[in-house]
């Protein structure tokens, strides 16, 4: 065998042996992923009972219901265009309130109901997840605001004072 030939197979074994790993590792993370959907979105084409997704979008106005003592909250996130009815049981972060946006994480049962695992709430009250705020900007439903940068703008007057 001539060393071009031994320098050949070398390089074909080492991109097999690389292709496998590849294969062995985007194998293994697929069990990790979880998408992003819209309430539009998902009403369109839902997920298979018990797959995790995440749903964000607006709570609805009016939507927020106890439903038993075990601490069931239920509430209805939306885009504006469609809406999705969520059950979450747990205690909602302290941020969480009506006509905010919200990202859950979690599945739809076996009677097509969305059940939440962990609820994610804005964290001030500027803040909007970007893809709550791209799904909700697609629905041409939703218009920046000057001033959303931040929660606090800090300035100072002609005396030096901070205002």
């Known amino acids: 065998m001539t060393r071009k030939t031994r320098r050949l197979y070398l390089i074909v074994?080492?991109?097999l042996l690389l292709g496998v790993a590849?294969?062995?590792?985007?194998?293994?993370?697929?069990?990790?992923?979880v998408f992003f959907f819209?309430?539009?979105?998902?009403?369109?084409k839902p997920p298979s009972p018990g797959k995790v997704v995440r749903?964000?979008?607006?709570?609805?106005?009016?939507?927020?219901?106890?439903?038993?003592n075990a601490?069931?909250?239920?509430f209805t996130l939306t885009d504006l265009k469609k809406s999705v009815n969520v059950n979450y049981r747990g205690i909602l972060p302290d941020l969480f309130r009506e006509g905010q946006g919200v990202v859950v994480q979690g599945s739809f049962n076996n009677t097509g109901q969305f059940v939440a695992i962990?609820?994610?709430?804005k964290h001030d009250e500027k803040y909007m997840p970007p893809e709550v705020?791209?799904?909700l900007k697609a629905s041409g439903r939703w218009e920046e605001t000057a001033g959303q940068v931040g929660s606090s703008q800090v300035g100072s007057n002609a005396?030096?004072?901070?205002?």
Do not use: H, Y
Request: aromatic letters at 0%.
């Open 22 to 33: 590849a294969g062995l590792v985007l194998n293994a993370l697929s069990d990790k992923i």
């Open 71 to 74: 601490g069931t909250i239920s």
């Open 13 to 15: 074994t080492s991109l």
């Open 133 to 135: 705020a791209k799904a």
């Open 118 to 121: 962990d609820v994610l709430a």
């Open 159 to 163: 005396n030096g004072s901070i205002q």
């Open 55 to 68: 749903l964000g979008g607006l709570v609805e106005s009016g939507s927020l219901r106890k439903l038993d």
């Open 38 to 44: 819209s309430p539009t979105e998902i009403t369109a």
